[in-house]
T-cell receptor, first 111, second 114 residues
Framework: DTGVSQDPRHKITKRGQNVTFRCDPISEHNRLYWYRQTLGQGPEFLTYFQNEAQLEKSRLLSDRFSAERPKGSFSTLEIQRTEQGDSAMYLC?????????FGPGTRLTVL | GENVEQHPSTLSVQEGDSAVIKCTYSDSASNYFPWYKQELGKRPQLIIDIRSNVGEKKDQRIAVTLNKTAKHFSLHITETQPEDSAVYFCAASKASGGSYIPTFGRGTSLIVHP
């Protein structure tokens, strides 16, 4: 257990629907990250929070994607108008010093 | 931006042999290099890392080396065991916005045959 839970673990949706994922660090962590991982690839950085402030956003994060961390604890990632290309594993991670520890991920399948 | 190349994409060894995975990076400002192990259907797990002020680091059967001049770093696993079978990812990162944002390689699928 790396101290991060994600919900749901699996999500199947139809193209055009909106989906929201949640990440809960089990204990207090200032830094929280979202990544996307597709089959055969390494994780790709999406965005990063320092407490409730979103400090970095990747170019991968199109205007259909939005992330929040309203109280500096849990975070949500929403994808609007899903496309088949959004199918991937969405990983949340928390950071300590330089190191990052990943949650179990949410696997999204867009039909 | 940073570009990380990782080789080989697949590595098959016999139990007890050594395995070496190599990565190159493009951004000379990168100064933190973690390695992750990902078993099938599970999360990536940090197994070892190295910082740019160090040339080599060892932890039991695994070791990492870093050549800053050539911009490449490697993971070495000795006395491989079947439970070492997994996908291994290297990453290169530098400070950005108060944190380190890693760029990952595409992964190496290590298969250790008993």
């Amino acid at each position: 257990d790396t101290g991060v839970s994600q919900d749901p673990r699996h999500k199947i949706t139809k193209r055009g629907q909106n989906v929201t994922f949640r990440c809960d660090p089990i204990s207090e962590h200032n830094r929280l990250y979202w990544y996307r991982q597709t089959l055969g690839q390494g994780p790709e950085f999406l965005t990063y929070f320092q407490n409730e402030a979103q400090l970095e956003k990747s170019r991968l994060l199109s205007d259909r994607f939005s992330a929040e961390r309203p109280k500096g604890s849990f975070s949500t990632l929403e994808i609007q108008r899903t496309e088949q290309g959004d199918s991937a594993m969405y990983l949340c991670a928390f950071g300590e010093n330089n190191e990052q520890f990943f949650g179990p991920g949410t696997r999204l399948t867009v039909l | 931006g940073e570009n990380v190349e990782q080789h080989p994409s697949t590595l098959s060894v016999q139990e007890g042999d050594s395995a070496v995975i190599k990565c190159t990076y493009s951004d000379s400002a990168s100064n933190y290099f973690p390695w992750y192990k990902q078993e099938l259907g599970k999360r990536p797990q940090l197994i070892i890392d190295i910082r740019s002020n160090v040339g080599e680091k060892k932890d039991q059967r695994i070791a990492v080396t870093l050549n800053k001049t050539a911009k490449h770093f490697s993971l070495h696993i000795t006395e491989t065991q079947p439970e070492d079978s997994a996908v291994y990812f290297c990453a290169a990162s530098k400070a950005s916005g108060g944190s380190y944002i890693p760029t990952f390689g595409r992964g190496t699928s290590l298969i250790v045959h008993p």
